[in-house]
């Protein structure tokens, strides 16, 4: 129960940023907005706004949608002759089905938007005020028989770039080893004022990650320690520390990408997809070590929840910019039916998938063997 409060923290962050995009884009084109909910089920709490717009909080806090003037649920209808035929002309300016195709498409958009840039400026944040870790990364020990000492890395290696990914700090090369997808991972290493390349095939073990959870993780066999024993965290100014976030939301962008292709493939390791209640736990965890943790886990999960909802599954925002796609090559929307046809689709995938990583968190907890 004490991870409950900072995971109902997060989510509601998180997912009120999201909503905020859809909200603020909607609103700069004219469209009407009746309900923005932060939650599902029974409302809790809630008013109205001058604009006539139902803010509200609900039991169920895995989620939130903003509800335009006018659709029958929180998606939108295509049939634009019978919702002439409903609504004066005043009321049809507010209709989000009858804007143009591109602001609809803005307006969709721009909530997996608004994650990133919650992203973007959670790091900056941090990496201005507390500084990123810039401490050049050296082979400390290769652990004999180990896939390192069988590709030959050797003590005091300085590890200059792992799959063609820059090594700018010390806990980078766990987390490029961890996310690589390449059977053998590329290391560049400095020895003697000369970059070698070298390839190490890692191994798959069961580990703990910082946190002390159960994860399978690629080993290779090294230990590192700080390039002359010296720590070294910069503070940037706004210029480089926005430079650095970018290139942090792209690498977990890309990295995430690049997994979820792996487990579509099925050379990932499926066991490491959560959901709400490993989210929950890891939250709570990373909490207990101050604000900036707890910062920096909100950054993350709102990448995840941005590009998640990009994905072109109906229901979530990248279903409905797929079928904005369909409308833009048919020169028409794709009749309700069909749009009906493809929720259904989209729910029973969605549900698939919450069941998939329930079972994996349930299991994580060690309720299911």
């Not at 049809?92 to 498409?105: G, W």
């Not at 994860?215 to 210029?239: H, Q, S, Y």
Request: aromatic share 14%; glycine share 8%; with cysteine.
């Amino acid at each position: 129960m004490s991870y409950l409060a900072p995971f109902i923290i997060l989510i509601t962050v998180v997912v009120f940023i999201h909503e905020y995009g859809h909200y603020y884009v909607a609103k700069k084109y004219g469209v009407g907005v009746s309900d923005f909910s932060i939650g599902f089920g029974k409302e809790i709490i809630g008013w109205h706004d001058k604009f006539g717009t139902r803010w509200k909080i609900c039991w169920i806090p895995l989620g939130g949608y903003v509800k335009f003037f006018g659709d029958r649920n929180v998606f939108s209808e295509a049939e634009q002759a019978e919702i002439l035929k409903k609504y004066s002309i005043e009321e049809q300016k507010k209709l989000f089905v009858l804007k143009p195709l591109y602001q609809r498409s803005l307006v969709v958009a721009a909530g997996p938007i608004a994650n990133f840039i919650l992203a973007f400026f959670i790091f900056t944040f941090i990496y201005m005020f507390t500084g990123k870790d810039m401490t050049p990364a050296v082979i400390y020990e290769v652990q004999n028989d180990s896939p390192a000492y069988i590709a030959g890395l050797k003590r005091n290696d300085r590890i200059i770039s792992i799959d063609n990914k820059n090594v700018e700090s010390i806990l980078q090369v766990s987390t490029f080893i961890s996310t690589s997808t390449s059977e053998s991972i590329k290391f560049t290493v400095l020895r003697n004022d000369q970059n070698i390349i070298l390839y190490v095939r890692p191994k798959l073990t069961d580990s703990e990650d910082s946190l002390g959870n159960k994860i399978k993780k690629r080993m290779v066999g090294i230990k590192l320690a700080p390039f002359n024993n010296e720590i070294n965290n910069v503070k940037f100014g706004p210029t480089k520390a926005a430079y650095h976030s970018i290139k942090e939301v792209w690498f977990v962008t890309i990295t995430s990408l690049k997994y979820i292709g792996s487990i579509i493939t099925g050379s990932g390791d499926s066991t490491q997809l959560g959901g709400p209640i490993r989210i929950a736990k890891i939250t709570g965890q990373v909490a207990e070590f101050g604000v900036i943790p707890f910062l920096s886990i909100m950054a993350y999960i709102s990448i995840s929840l941005g590009l998640i909802n990009l994905f072109p599954i109906p229901m979530l925002d990248g279903g409905h910019l797929m079928f904005y796609l369909f409308e833009k090559i048919l020169g028409r929307p794709l009749k309700q039916r069909t749009q009906e046809g493809f929720f259904r689709i989209g729910l029973f995938l969605l549900f698939s998938l919450m069941f998939f990583a329930t079972f994996n968190d349930l299991k994580d907890l060690g309720l299911i063997q």
